[in-house]
């Protein structure tokens, strides 16, 4: 859709099938998704999710003041610039290598930016390739490294994001490059074969975000009727 209104978002349910027993994973959630085309690269997507939040935080604060202090919700300030790290520099830092971010990793990075940058919220941008999806951009200069980034917000991921690939032939390469056959993906790849812009996007988790907002200790405790590997109903 990107590719005709150039700006979509949706709201919508998720369903993860995975077998995550944990007290931040839902087996179906609500993920608000936003796509941005003509976009130069993941740099841009993290700019309108910055005034994402932003605006939400703002809203919550305007709209639910009595709801906030009857909770005793501390809501956070959203810098004017969220901070920054690279995924091999805070390997570096945490002196590990491993293709992706633990939860105690997260914790540390999240301490690591309020310490020293002040912010409850730090960008994480560079993932490893083989840590995302086929369709990620890969960074220029280090394929090895994708243009995509994960939001950190008090100690977890809050969002993921990143620039897509748009050219019909890099989509072929990605497949082939790990022995993928063409054949599943056809649909997808059929609009790409016509002529994409430059796009990427990001998913950030209401449940998550909201638990987060709130202390919530475990995300069932903001879903009205938690769906995880032990129930069903209601």
Known sequence: MVGVFERVYETGPVFRAE??????????????????????????????????LAGMVASVAARAASSVELLEVRLPEVPAEIPQLHFAEAMRMLGVDEPDLSPAHERWLSAWALREHGSEFLFVVGYPMRKRPFYTH???????????????????ELVTGGQRL??????????????????????YLRSFAHGMPPHGGFALGLERWTARLTGADNVRRTALFPRDVHRLTP
Not at 24 to 29: E, G, V
Not at 142 to 155: A, C, H, M, Q, T
Not at 166 to 187: C, K, N, Q, T
């Open 138 to 156: 890969p960074e220029p200069g280090r394929p090895e490294y994708s243009n995509s980034f994960d939001l950190l917000f008090r100690g977890l």
């Open 19 to 52: 077998p995550h027993d944990t007290a931040r994973h839902l087996a179906q959630y609500t993920s608000l998704d936003a796509e941005l085309g003509f976009i130069a690269d993941h740099r841009e997507v993290m700019a309108v999710l910055r005034e994402v």
């Open 166 to 187: 748009h050219r019909h032939e890099d989509y072929l390469a990605a497949l082939a490059a790990r022995g993928e056959p063409v054949g599943p993906y056809a649909g």
